[in-house]
C-alpha cells in the first residue's frame, strides 16, 4: 500500500528558524546513525520514518557512513524515498556529511576538496537524489587548511548539490573561522551539529556564543547520550539495546555504578514532572533557546512517539533545574 501522510501532521510539532537563515528545523529531528543500516530490518526502518513524518519531523540527518556497512543508511533512505516519499521531498530536510572514513587510500577520509566533493557525488548516488539541504564538514580536519575544506562546501552549495552547508564537531575558535570563510565565499553557515546532553555540556562553554555571534544555529545530537538518559540501563543492559549490540557504538563500561545513581536520581524528578527520563533529557537540551533541535536516534516507533511528545512540557521550575545541576555536578 502506497504511504499516505498524517493530514495533522504539522499541527504539534514547533518549528525553530536556524540561526539567521531562512530555514526552519523542527524542534525534534530523526538521526539514521543508527537502525536504519543493512544489518537492520528495512520494514523497522520504514515504519520509523512515516511515524516520524506523520508526527511532524521533517528533518532526517545522515552521513556518508551510517550503517553498517558504511553508506547502508542512505542506501536505506534512498529506497523509502523511492517508494514512499519522493512525493513530499520539498516537505522534508535532508542532511548528510563527509569527514569521516570512507574507502581506501588518502582521499577517502578528513577535509580535503578531493573527498568532500567526491563524497558528497556518492551520497547523492545512494540516495537517488539531485541535492541534499544540508552538506557538513562532520569534523575538523587539522593538516588541511580551513579555507579548502569552506571552499569545498561552498562549490557544493554553488553546484547546486547542497542547498546549505553546515559544520559539526568543529570546536568554537573554528567555528568563528569557518563561518567567517564561508561568509567571505558568499556562502552563510547554516549550521553547527554538536554532541550535547546532561552527561556532555561541552558546548555550554563558548560555542553557543560563538553560534550567536555568527548567526549559526545548533543542532545537538546524542542528547540521550546514545540511550544512557533513559529508562533503560537502570538496572541491567537489556538485549537488543544499544550498548548489548556487537556493532553499537555505545560501550558498556561507561554504565558504571555511579553514573545509573545519577540516572536513578534523575528519573525521580522526571517522574515528578510527569515525564520520562528520555523526555526529560531531551527537554532540558533545548531549555537554551539559541539550540535550534534536538536531534535523536530511535530503534522503534515507540520511542519515536515518546520523544515527540516532550513538545507537552519543555519548561523547567528553577528549582528543578537547581536540583539537576546538583545531580549532574
Ligand atoms: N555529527 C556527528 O558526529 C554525530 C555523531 C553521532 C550522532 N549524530 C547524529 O545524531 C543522531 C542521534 O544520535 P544518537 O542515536 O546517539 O541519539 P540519542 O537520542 O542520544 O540515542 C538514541 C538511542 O537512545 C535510545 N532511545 C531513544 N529514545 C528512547 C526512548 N524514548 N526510550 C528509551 N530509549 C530510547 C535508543 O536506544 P536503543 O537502540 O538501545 O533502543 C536509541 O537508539 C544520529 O542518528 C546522527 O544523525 C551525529
Given at each position: 500500500?502506497?504511504?499516505?501522510?498524517?493530514?495533522?501532521?504539522?499541527?504539534?510539532?514547533?518549528?525553530?528558524?536556524?540561526?539567521?537563515?531562512?530555514?526552519?528545523?523542527?524542534?525534534?529531528?530523526?538521526?539514521?546513525?543508527?537502525?536504519?543500516?543493512?544489518?537492520?530490518?528495512?520494514?523497522?526502518?520504514?515504519?520509523?520514518?512515516?511515524?516520524?513524518?506523520?508526527?511532524?519531523?521533517?528533518?532526517?540527518?545522515?552521513a556518508n557512513n551510517?550503517?553498517?556497512?558504511?553508506?547502508?543508511?542512505?542506501?536505506?533512505?534512498?529506497?523509502?524515498?523511492?517508494?514512499?516519499?519522493?512525493?513530499?521531498?520539498?516537505?522534508?530536510?535532508?542532511?548528510t556529511?563527509a569527514?569521516?572514513?570512507m574507502?581506501?587510500?588518502?582521499?577517502?577520509?578528513?577535509?580535503?576538496?578531493?573527498?568532500?566533493?567526491?563524497s558528497?557525488?556518492?551520497s547523492?548516488?545512494?540516495?537517488?537524489?539531485?541535492?541534499?539541504?544540508?552538506?557538513?564538514?562532520?569534523?575538523?580536519?587539522?593538516?588541511?587548511?580551513?579555507?579548502?575544506?569552506?571552499?569545498?562546501?561552498?562549490?557544493?552549495?554553488?553546484?547546486?548539490?547542497?542547498?546549505?552547508?553546515?559544520?559539526?564537531?568543529?570546536?568554537?575558535?573554528?567555528?568563528?573561522?569557518?563561518?567567517?570563510?564561508?561568509?567571505?565565499?558568499?556562502?552563510?553557515?547554516?549550521?553547527?551539529?554538536?554532541?550535547?546532553?546532561?552527561?556532555?555540556?561541552?558546548?555550554?562553554?563558548?560555542?553557543?556564543?560563538?553560534?550567536?555571534?555568527?548567526?549559526?544555529?545548533?543542532?545537538?545530537?546524542?542528547?540521550?547520550?546514545?540511550?544512557?538518559?533513559?529508562?533503560?540501563?537502570?538496572?541491567?543492559?537489556?538485549?537488543?539495546?544499544?550498548?548489548?549490540?556487537?556493532?553499537?557504538?555505545?560501550?558498556?563500561?561507561?554504565?558504571?555504578?555511579?553514573?545509573?545513581?545519577?540516572?536513578?536520581?534523575?528519573?525521580?524528578?522526571?517522574?515528578?514532572?510527569?515525564?520520562?527520563?528520555?523526555?526529560?533529557?531531551?527537554?532540558?537540551?533545548?531549555?537554551?533557546?539559541?539550540?535550534?533541535?534536538?536531534?535523536?536516534?530511535?530503534?522503534?516507533?515507540?520511542?519515536?512517539?515518546?520523544?515527540?511528545?516532550?513538545?507537552?512540557?519543555?519548561?523547567?521550575?528553577?528549582?528543578?533545574?537547581?536540583?539537576?545541576?546538583?545531580?549532574?555536578?
Open positions: 500500500m502506497v504511504y499516505q501522510a498524517d493530514k495533522n501532521r504539522y499541527e504539534t510539532m514547533q518549528y525553530n528558524r536556524c540561526g539567521r537563515s531562512g530555514l526552519k528545523l523542527p524542534a525534534v529531528s530523526l538521526g539514521l546513525w543508527h537502525n536504519f543500516g543493512g544489518v537492520d530490518t528495512l520494514e523497522n526502518s520504514r515504519a520509523m520514518l512515516y511515524r516520524a513524518f506523520d508526527l511532524g519531523i521533517t528533518h532526517f540527518d545522515l551510517y550503517g553498517p556497512p558504511p553508506g547502508s543508511a542512505e542506501e536505506t533512505f534512498g529506497q523509502i524515498l523511492k517508494d514512499d516519499f519522493l512525493s513530499y521531498r520539498d516537505e522534508i530536510v535532508i542532511s556529511k569527514g569521516y572514513l574507502w581506501d587510500g588518502p582521499y577517502g577520509e578528513w577535509g580535503s576538496r578531493k573527498y568532500l566533493m567526491a558528497l557525488e556518492q547523492l548516488k545512494r540516495m537517488g537524489m539531485d541535492y541534499v539541504d544540508i552538506f557538513y564538514s562532520h569534523r575538523l580536519d587539522p593538516d588541511t587548511p580551513l579555507e579548502e575544506t569552506m571552499g569545498a562546501l561552498a562549490s557544493a552549495v554553488k553546484q547546486g548539490k547542497a542547498l546549505y552547508a553546515g559544520i559539526s564537531n568543529y570546536p568554537a575558535k573554528e567555528t568563528a573561522q569557518a563561518a567567517d570563510i564561508l561568509k567571505s565565499m558568499g556562502v552563510p553557515c547554516l549550521i553547527h551539529q554538536a554532541k550535547y546532553s546532561m552527561l556532555n555540556r561541552w558546548i555550554e562553554d563558548d560555542l553557543l556564543d560563538t553560534l550567536e555571534d555568527k548567526q549559526m544555529g545548533c543542532i545537538v545530537f546524542s542528547p540521550l547520550a546514545q540511550g544512557l538518559l533513559t529508562n533503560k540501563y537502570l538496572d541491567h543492559i537489556p538485549e537488543n539495546s544499544r550498548a548489548a549490540k556487537p556493532h553499537g557504538f555505545l560501550q558498556t563500561n561507561v554504565i558504571t555504578d555511579q553514573l545509573r545513581q545519577q540516572l536513578n536520581s534523575l528519573q525521580e524528578i522526571a517522574t515528578q514532572r510527569g515525564q520520562s527520563l528520555a523526555q526529560m533529557a531531551l527537554a532540558w537540551s533545548m531549555r537554551d533557546k539559541r539550540v535550534t533541535s534536538v536531534l535523536i536516534g530511535a530503534s522503534s516507533v515507540g520511542q519515536i512517539e515518546d520523544n515527540v511528545a516532550i513538545l507537552d512540557n519543555m519548561e523547567f521550575e528553577k528549582e528543578e533545574l537547581n536540583r539537576i545541576e546538583k545531580i549532574l555536578k
